[in-house]
C-alpha cells in the first residue's frame, strides 16, 4: 500500500507529492515549522494526510522543546500549533488534530517532561494508524453502493495520497475493485496543479485499476454519452447541514451528475465534518498564487500580467449529494451532523 506519511527514527518521512509522477522522491524532516511548509507547498497534501503530518508536526515540536516544565513545553507547541494551523485555512482535518494533539498533552500534564514529549508521539501514530483503518472501513461501506461493472468518475486526488494510507473515494474505488466491480475509473486532470493527472492516474496505475484520464472540460462529454454511472469524490469540510467543500470544479461535477441522473457520493472519515458549521456559506475557501494557474511545471501558459482567480475548493450543496459515506457508515439526506 502507498504509504505517503510514515515516521522513521527520530524524523517524518513524506512522499513528495510535487515530484509525481515523474520521480517517486521522500523527503524527511525534523523540525515542525519544515512540516508547515511541507503542507503549505503541497508536499503533503488532501485533508486526511495534512492531519496526520500535521500531528506529526507537534510531535516533533515537542522532541524541539528545550523546556523542563509542563508550561514551559505547553508554550513551545502552541507556537507549532499556531504556525501549523496557518498553512491551509480549508482542510477541517488540520485544526482537528491540532486540537487532539493539544488535549492529548493537557491530559498528561502530569507526566514527566520526557515522558511526555513520547506520550506525543505515541498519539500522532495513532492519529495515522487510526485514518488507515477509517479509509478501510469506508472503503467497505463504499462499495456497496457501486453497481458490477462500474463506471466510476473521480476528480483531484483522494486515494492512498490524500491519506495515511488506503484513501477516502480512491479507498472507496480500491475497495470495489478488490470485488471485481469496477470497468472503468475516468479520473478527471484537475486543473490547476492536475492532481487527477499526477496522482490519480499515477495510483491507478500503480495498482492496476483499469482507468482513463480526460480534461476537466470532457466530464459533461462522457455523462451525456452515458459512460458514468456515478461519481465520488473526498473532502476537505463538510459542514452540519451536509455541504462539502473539495477541490475546485467539484459543484460543476455534482451538478452535472445531476442533470445526468447519475448518483454523486462523497467520501470522507468523521474528522472531516466540522459540526460547528451551520451550513457551507461559512466554510473559508483558500485562494491559491496566480502562478499556478498562469504557467505549469515551470512553463509560463498566460501571460504573464494576467490576474487571476484561483480558489483551491468549492462547496457542493448538500442537495445535490446522494449519500456520504465515512468510516461509522453511509449518510443520506436530509444531512443533519450538528448531534
Given at each position: 500500500?502507498?504509504?505517503p506519511?510514515?515516521w522513521?527514527?527520530?524524523?517524518?518521512?513524506l512522499?513528495d507529492?510535487?515530484?509525481?509522477?515523474?520521480?517517486?522522491?521522500?523527503?524527511?524532516?525534523?523540525?515542525?515549522?519544515?512540516?508547515?511548509e511541507?503542507?503549505?507547498?503541497?508536499?503533503?497534501?488532501?485533508?486526511?494526510?495534512?492531519?496526520?503530518?500535521?500531528?506529526f508536526?507537534?510531535?516533533?515540536?515537542?522532541?524541539?522543546?528545550?523546556?523542563?516544565?509542563?508550561?514551559?513545553?505547553?508554550?513551545?507547541?502552541?507556537?507549532?500549533?499556531?504556525?501549523l494551523a496557518?498553512?491551509?485555512?480549508?482542510?477541517?482535518?488540520?485544526?482537528?488534530?491540532?486540537?487532539r494533539?493539544?488535549?492529548?498533552?493537557?491530559?498528561?500534564r502530569?507526566?514527566?517532561?520526557?515522558?511526555?514529549?513520547g506520550?506525543?508521539?505515541e498519539?500522532?501514530?495513532?492519529?495515522?494508524?487510526?485514518?488507515?483503518?477509517?479509509?478501510?472501513?469506508?472503503?467497505?461501506?463504499g462499495?456497496?453502493?457501486?453497481?458490477?461493472?462500474a463506471?466510476?468518475?473521480?476528480?483531484?486526488?483522494?486515494?492512498a495520497?490524500?491519506t495515511?494510507?488506503?484513501?477516502?473515494?480512491?479507498?472507496?474505488?480500491?475497495?470495489?475493485?478488490?470485488q471485481?466491480?469496477v470497468?472503468?475509473?475516468?479520473?478527471?486532470?484537475?486543473?490547476?496543479?492536475?492532481q487527477?493527472?499526477?496522482?490519480?492516474?499515477?495510483?491507478?496505475?500503480?495498482?492496476?485499476i483499469?482507468?482513463?484520464l480526460i480534461?476537466?472540460?470532457a466530464?459533461?462529454?462522457?455523462?451525456?454519452?452515458?459512460?458514468v454511472?456515478?461519481?465520488?469524490t473526498?473532502?476537505?469540510?463538510?459542514?452540519?447541514?451536509?455541504?462539502?467543500?473539495?477541490?475546485?470544479?467539484?459543484?460543476?461535477?455534482?451538478?452535472l451528475?445531476?442533470h445526468?441522473?447519475?448518483?454523486?457520493?462523497?467520501?470522507?472519515?468523521?474528522?472531516?465534518?466540522?459540526?460547528?458549521?451551520?451550513?457551507?456559506?461559512?466554510?473559508?475557501i483558500?485562494?491559491?498564487?496566480?502562478?499556478?494557474?498562469?504557467?505549469?511545471?515551470?512553463?509560463?501558459?498566460?501571460?504573464a500580467?494576467?490576474?487571476?482567480?484561483?480558489?483551491?475548493?468549492?462547496?457542493?450543496p448538500?442537495a445535490?449529494?446522494?449519500?456520504?459515506?465515512?468510516?461509522?457508515?453511509?449518510f443520506?439526506?436530509?444531512?443533519?451532523?450538528s448531534?
Amino acid at each position: 500500500m502507498i504509504a505517503p506519511v510514515r515516521w522513521e527514527g527520530d524524523r517524518l518521512v513524506l512522499l513528495d507529492q510535487t515530484r509525481l509522477p515523474a520521480e517517486e522522491v521522500e523527503r524527511q524532516y525534523a523540525a515542525w515549522s519544515e512540516v508547515a511548509e511541507a503542507i503549505r507547498s503541497l508536499v503533503v497534501r488532501g485533508a486526511p494526510a495534512i492531519g496526520v503530518a500535521a500531528a506529526f508536526g507537534v510531535a516533533l515540536a515537542a522532541r524541539q522543546s528545550r523546556a523542563t516544565t509542563f508550561d514551559g513545553l505547553l508554550a513551545d507547541l502552541e507556537i507549532a500549533m499556531k504556525g501549523l494551523a496557518a498553512t491551509r485555512p480549508t482542510a477541517v482535518n488540520l485544526f482537528w488534530a491540532l486540537e487532539r494533539m493539544r488535549r492529548s498533552c493537557l491530559a498528561h500534564r502530569t507526566l514527566p517532561v520526557d515522558a511526555l514529549k513520547g506520550r506525543l508521539l505515541e498519539e500522532a501514530q495513532a492519529v495515522l494508524e487510526e485514518d488507515v483503518a477509517a479509509n478501510r472501513a469506508m472503503g467497505a461501506h463504499g462499495a456497496t453502493l457501486v453497481p458490477d461493472r462500474a463506471r466510476i468518475l473521480t476528480h483531484c486526488n483522494a486515494g492512498a495520497l490524500a491519506t495515511a494510507g488506503y484513501g477516502t473515494a480512491g479507498g472507496v474505488i480500491r475497495a470495489a475493485h478488490e470485488q471485481g466491480k469496477v470497468a472503468l475509473v475516468w479520473v478527471d486532470e484537475t486543473r490547476p496543479v492536475l492532481q487527477g493527472a499526477r496522482l490519480t492516474a499515477w495510483e491507478c496505475m500503480k495498482e492496476g485499476i483499469p482507468h482513463r484520464l480526460i480534461a476537466d472540460g470532457a466530464a459533461a462529454s462522457v455523462m451525456a454519452r452515458g459512460e458514468v454511472d456515478l461519481v465520488v469524490t473526498g473532502a476537505d469540510r463538510i459542514a452540519a447541514n451536509g455541504d462539502t467543500a473539495n477541490k475546485i470544479g467539484t459543484y460543476g461535477l455534482a451538478v452535472l451528475a445531476r442533470h445526468h441522473g447519475i448518483p454523486f457520493y462523497v467520501a470522507a472519515p468523521c474528522s472531516t465534518i466540522d459540526p460547528a458549521l451551520p451550513s457551507g456559506d461559512l466554510i473559508p475557501i483558500e485562494e491559491r498564487g496566480a502562478d499556478e494557474v498562469r504557467s505549469f511545471a515551470g512553463h509560463q501558459t498566460a501571460p504573464a500580467a494576467s490576474p487571476v482567480f484561483n480558489p483551491a475548493f468549492d462547496v457542493t450543496p448538500a442537495a445535490f449529494i446522494n449519500a456520504i459515506v465515512t468510516e461509522r457508515g453511509i449518510f443520506r439526506p436530509p444531512y443533519d451532523f450538528s448531534r
